[in-house]
């Protein structure tokens, strides 16, 4: 028999009494739909994250994480910049276009879907090849601010074909019911989404020269 996840239980009793709106309503119908093995699957990552009663009162959330990998910054910064193909191999990216491109980088306009949020959003995105990657979001229905930065350093001397790559997201939602849903997931979002970029790079340029080493990592 499936328990239902205390995390939510949690939500469910903090959110009792109060007004949805419809979009709330729409947000969280997908956590009581979702099937029992999902739920499972949810479940093991939300106790991954160690989730506490203090983290559904914050609508900020970060992670951060410093990793050495067996692949040249080029091959990093080139898949990492390539925002008009996230559609094609970023979980739930399911639309990815660019414009508004100058020296510095582009403006983008991407439609998120992952449960239970499905939004769009235009991120600035700032490039210094071959070492930086910044997307930074002020605009979206969901969030006051949203920052993914990539940073490239070299790896090994004797491997040139490695490098240090450090990973940050860093997000602020305007609703904090919004941010309490996404807190059950973040783990699992953060996680998914750092791996389909090394599998990316791995199916372009092939096994990378060394195992990863993950140095550091930190959230919030």
């Given amino acids: 028999m499936f328990f239902p996840n205390p995390n939510i239980l949690a939500l469910l009793k903090m959110l009792k009494g109060s007004k949805l709106k419809a979009l709330d309503v729409r947000i969280l119908r997908p956590l009581f739909e979702t099937s029992c093995c999902q739920q499972r699957s949810f479940a093991n990552s939300i106790q991954r994250s160690y989730i506490t009663f203090n983290d559904f009162r914050s609508k900020n959330r970060w992670y951060t994480k410093k990793e050495l990998v067996g692949y040249s910054m080029k091959d990093m910064y080139t898949v990492v910049s390539d925002v008009r193909n996230y559609y094609k191999f970023v979980p739930y990216v399911k639309r990815s276009h660019v414009h508004t491109v100058d020296s510095d980088g582009f403006k983008a306009d991407l439609i998120v879907g992952f449960p239970p949020l499905n939004e769009a959003y235009t991120s600035r995105v700032t490039l210094e090849s071959p070492s930086l990657v910044k997307s930074e979001c002020h605009d979206g229905r969901l969030f006051n601010y949203l920052l993914n930065e990539w940073r490239f350093s070299p790896g090994l ?30 783990d699992l979002i953060c996680d998914q989404m750092e791996n ?25």
């Fill in 157 to 186: 001397k004797d491997i040139p074909n490695s490098c240090v790559l450090d990973f940050k997201v860093s997000f602020e939602f305007k609703s904090l019911l919004h941010s309490n849903v996404a807190n059950i997931f973040f």
């Fill in 196 to 220: 389909a970029f090394i599998e990316e790079v791995r199916r372009r340029n092939g096994p990378p020269s060394i195992r990863s080493h993950v140095l550091t990592s930190q959230r919030s």
